[in-house]
């Protein structure tokens, strides 16, 4: 056993694409099925992962949530301190080993020595400053300088996304192996280099190969530095992305139930989230509604219940049975039907869109807005066409089993994202 780690989750490793596509072994590693978290999202994977402890315990319900006090919903916020509970690490660092974090959700302000996060500057002119936060402060440019290049935020995430992205967080993860000032003794990194076309165009188009050919050779960069320097690795997927091409819209049916409320600026549609009697947080697969009054609850599941694509409506004792309440979550917790996915917009017609539905704004959003992969019209707008997605993922149902692979012996073989969390908090309590 390797008294080092390098752990690589990567975005939308689903076992069946995973084999169906290549196989099952990979450079010594032969890959297993693992039922991911429910939700099956980003955040909440991550957490789960970090914490080795369920969603009622950690509270990352989605990759946001919304905050009651402020009458607002917040996704994709960086703060560590969204993630409760303590972390699989803490008693390996106590002992003075080095945890690096690279491109982690929530990884801001985290118990770790190494942290590379994006964290781009927005101009009051429009426009932003691209950057990436680091710990300690000098990493990023020293990288930088290495790699050539800066982290290039656009292949993150938007209608230019691709694993270029991946390109350089595997590059800049396989130069801190190689550090010996550097080297954390354990690694966790992250590599979204599926995540784009197989949302785009689904998991079976010829370009999720292509992405996964590019994930491949990203994988053996870090893995020839892992070897190098004596790391083990282990690879886990947070999800499978599966068909979706219809789409839910909640909130369009609490609007005309008169539930959610708008208000108009410069002839455009805002939501009142002060006024809203109901409002649905759509993220893939699963939407979480938050009510203002208990009360509402029955006329909310009836103005939603006759959807077509919903599968299941859960309240909160339901959602208490399946392991998943916690405060942060919704009154109602909406489940899609296979082949659908929830898309947050509240009006029909494009002109009554508000402002940020044109541009890629994860955070201003109040939804998960995968339409962002797409560019639209006018030019340099994001596309606002639903139906041109055609992956998603969430649900953990038939086919949607995430995949992984260590070269280390673990005590067990897990079943599931939490018992591999489980298990490597063991095998790092078992580090000398």
């Known amino acids: 056993m390797n008294k080092r780690l390098v752990i690589i989750q990567v975005a939308g490793l689903g ?55 402020l009458h607002r919903p917040l996704l994709w916020e960086q703060s560590s301190g969204l993630v409760s509970g303590p972390r699989i690490w803490d008693s390996f660092r106590k002992r003075g080993k080095r945890v690096a ?8 302000g985290e118990a770790a020595d190494i942290i590379l996060s994006p964290a781009p500057i927005h101009k009051h002119g429009g426009g932003m400053i691209q950057s990436v936060y680091s710990q300690p402060p000098g990493l990023y440019d020293s990288l930088c300088k290495s790699i050539k290049r800066t982290f290039p935020l656009h292949r993150y995430w938007g209608p230019i996304a ?15 192996l190689n550090d010996p000032n550097t080297a ?21 188009h010829p370009s999720a190969k292509r992405a996964l050919a590019a994930l491949l ?43 959610f409320k708008t208000r108009t600026v410069a002839g455009m549609l805002y939501p009142d989230f002060h006024a809203s009697q109901a409002f649905a947080m759509v993220d893939h697969e699963i939407a979480h509604v938050y009510l203002r009054d208990p009360t ?21 004792t339901a959602q208490q049975t399946a392991g998943i309440a916690h405060p942060h979550g919704g009154e109602l917790l909406l489940v899609a039907k296979p082949g659908f996915w929830f898309a947050y917009p509240w009006w029909t017609a494009k002109k009554k869109a508000p402002d940020y539905a044109s541009h890629v704004d994860i955070h201003n959003k109040p939804g998960y807005d995968p339409c962002e992969l797409f560019f639209g019209w ?24 995430a995949a992984w692979a260590a070269t280390c012996q673990l005590a067990g073989t897990p079943t599931t994202l939490q018992e591999l969390a489980q298990l490597v908090k063991q095998h790092l309590e078992a580090v000398p």
Not at 101 to 108: A, E, G, H, T
Not at 162 to 176: E, G, K, N, V, Y
Not at 296 to 316: F, K, V
Request: contains cysteine; hydrophobic residues 40%.
């Open 184 to 204: 954390p003794d354990l690694c966790l990194t992250y590599l979204p280099a599926l995540d784009y076309d197989l949302q785009r165009h689904g998991p079976a």
């Open 15 to 69: 076992y069946d694409f995973l084999t169906e596509s290549f196989g099952i072994t990979w450079k010594g590693c032969t890959f297993e099925p693992l039922k991911s978290v429910f939700p099956a999202l980003t955040c909440t994977a991550q957490a789960t992962f970090r914490t080795a402890a369920p969603l009622s315990s950690h509270g990352m319900i989605a990759n946001g949530q919304f905050h009651r006090e």
């Open 162 to 176: 691709s694993p270029a992205s991946s390109d350089w967080i595997a590059q800049a993860t396989a130069l801190l």
């Open 101 to 108: 974090m690279l491109f982690w959700q929530q990884s801001l």
């Open 296 to 316: 509402d609850l029955a006329s909310t599941r009836t103005a939603l219940e006759t959807l077509e694509g919903i599968e299941t409506i859960l309240d909160t």
């Open 378 to 401: 006018p030019p340099i707008s994001v596309s606002q066409d639903t139906t041109r997605i055609k992956g998603s993922h969430g649900t953990i149902g038939k086919d949607r089993d």
């Open 217 to 259: 050779s990203q994988l053996a960069l870090i893995r020839d530095a892992a070897v190098k320097n004596d790391y083990d690795i282990l690879i886990f997927g947070d999800y499978a992305i599966g068909s979706a091409t219809q789409t839910v819209f909640p909130n369009r049916a609490l609007l005309q139930s008169n539930l």
